[in-house]
């Protein structure tokens, strides 16, 4: 079956694809608690995390992904950032 092996080779390239820019996310938001930590602000930014919900929310629905799947996303990968800031802070 050709097109069950080109779909999951397309599916293989957007993985590593996510997992490369998860990565540099993360290093961003290592550098993010950095400063964080050296201005004594929180590790959280519940405002924050409010508008880029409701941002992804509608940038899902706009492409035909479940806004509610793309928030849980989102606040599984916040709830990582968080952990990393409360460790970077100590
Ligand atoms: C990265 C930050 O820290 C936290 C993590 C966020 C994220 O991963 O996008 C957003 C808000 C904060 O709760 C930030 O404040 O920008």
Do not use: Q, W, Y
């Given at each position: 079956?050709?097109?069950?092996?080109?779909?999951?080779?397309?599916?293989?390239?957007?993985?590593?694809?996510l997992?490369?820019m998860l990565?540099?996310r993360?290093?961003?938001?290592?550098?993010?608690?950095?400063?964080?930590?050296?201005?004594?602000?929180?590790?959280?930014?519940?405002?924050?995390?409010?508008?880029q919900i409701?941002?992804l929310r509608?940038l899902a629905?706009?492409?035909?992904l479940d806004p509610a799947f793309a928030e849980k996303f989102l606040t599984f990968i916040i709830d990582e950032?968080?952990?990393?800031?409360?460790?970077?802070?100590?």
């Open positions: 079956m050709a097109e069950l092996e080109d779909m999951r080779a397309s599916i293989d390239n957007i993985d590593a694809a997992v490369h990565a540099e993360f290093k961003c938001t290592k550098r993010v608690g950095k400063l964080k930590a050296e201005h004594h602000l929180p590790p959280a930014d519940p405002e924050r995390e409010s508008r409701a941002r509608s629905a706009e492409a035909d950032v968080i952990r990393h800031h409360e460790a970077i802070r100590g």
